[in-house]
């Protein structure tokens, strides 16, 4: 199955779980077709149900001349009845330095406004931010 038959059976998932979206078309980006510092050039993941569970990949840009090759991972689970960033895992090459890597955990007190019940590690945590 090539590219753009992945996309349009992914469209076509997307689709069955919510009939009401309106999806024109699904076309992937092309490599270097956008350059943001915020853009990841990877993949995102979807549960059964068609929720965002976590988004990988590496930066589209490279945040400053220091960093190259930056590896991210945003892991994401309902909160308050609401999808949310639960943690960030983020690797890069620092010149001069090596490899570099920063962990960050979200821990939310309100969602949207309305407090939420503090129930401690959120379960999507990585094992080895958990252990902290």
């Avoid at 590219?3 to 919510?18: F, G, K, N, Q, S």
């Avoid at 983020?90 to 309305?114: E, H, I, P």
Wanted: proline share 5%; aromatic share 6%; charged share 25%.
């Amino acid at each position: 199955m090539d590219r753009d038959e992945r996309c349009r059976a992914h469209a076509r998932r997307i689709r069955e779980v919510y009939p009401d979206l309106a999806i024109e078309t699904v076309r992937p980006i092309e490599a270097g077709q956008y350059n943001d510092v915020l853009l990841v050039d990877g993949r995102a993941v979807l549960n059964d149900s068609g929720e965002l569970m976590r988004v990988e990949g590496k930066l589209a840009k490279n945040p400053s001349f220091w960093t190259s090759l930056v590896n991210i991972v945003r892991r994401y689970a309902r909160v308050g009845g609401v999808r949310v960033p639960v943690a960030t895992e983020t690797t890069a090459k620092v010149k001069f330095v090596g490899t570099a890597q920063m962990d960050v955990l979200y821990d939310y007190q309100s969602v949207n406004g309305r407090p939420i019940a503090v129930s401690g590690m959120s379960p999507s945590a990585p094992a080895h931010i958990a252990e902290r």
